[in-house]
């Protein structure tokens, strides 16, 4: 059963995801030298910015040297471009801290961009090998259209959804651009100890309406809350389950 943390006008989003997100560094670093997490892009990377660098108390109780960052799915561009996951994180995040308290980033490589096409699935390969035996934790986005990662609904993108062996795959032609991206796949999340959904706005009524209702597993987000809802926390705002019928705060 998957739980829910609906944040309001006396606790904020990014607070309350900091102090769980910090709970599993703690936990984590009692048994292991470095937490592993993975992120996603989109509008969480501004969530991460509101907790770990304007948030100064919950900043203060970061260990960055000991976190190792991965992406959940990266877009298949160079680091600087605009659309990069990466790039969209150094800005907001990485950039704000001194240079002697940054994380270690795991990025795709640069070159495979550069040789065009054929890499693609190289790419995708290589950064494979570099994810940890296990993530201590993996933090999701949630698109208007359900998809998560890079995991997209529809019939054309079943292949990422269908894989059970690869853990990382290259997405084509991708219905929101830009259309080359490389996605952590199910088999990965499914063997991650924690996973956290993060969603905000009104944006995202219809789609949580649909996942928490009517419970539609032809969505990615609907079927990650299926496969493994032991270990699924959303963090949302009041806004984004507007539309839900449910008592989300009652499946904590
Ligand atoms: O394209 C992407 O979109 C999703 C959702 O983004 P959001 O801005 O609607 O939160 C994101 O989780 C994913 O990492 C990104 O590449």
Known sequence: MVRAIVSNIEI??????????????DIALKSAR???LAISGGSLINVLRAAFIEDKTLASKVDWHQWN???VDERIVPLDNPDSNFG??????????PENKRPTVYTIDEQLVKDGKDSYPLIAMEY???LPEKLDLVILGCGPDGHTCS????????????EKAKKVMWCQDSPKPPSDRIT???PLLGNSNEIF???EGSSKQDIMHEIFDKENLELPCALVNHLYGNKVTWFVNDEAVKKVEKDIQSIN
């Open 184 to 186: 952590v796949t199910l």
């Open 128 to 130: 494979e090998k570099i």
């Open 151 to 162: 995991l997209f609904p529809g019939e054309s993108h079943r292949y990422l959804l269908d």
């Open 12 to 25: 904020s989003l990014s607070k309350s995801l900091g102090e769980h997100i910090l709970k599993h560094q």
């Open 197 to 199: 959904f993060v969603a």
């Open 34 to 36: 470095k937490f592993n």
């Open 88 to 97: 969209a994180f150094k800005k907001a995040v990485l950039d704000s801290l």
């Open 69 to 71: 960052i991965f992406f």
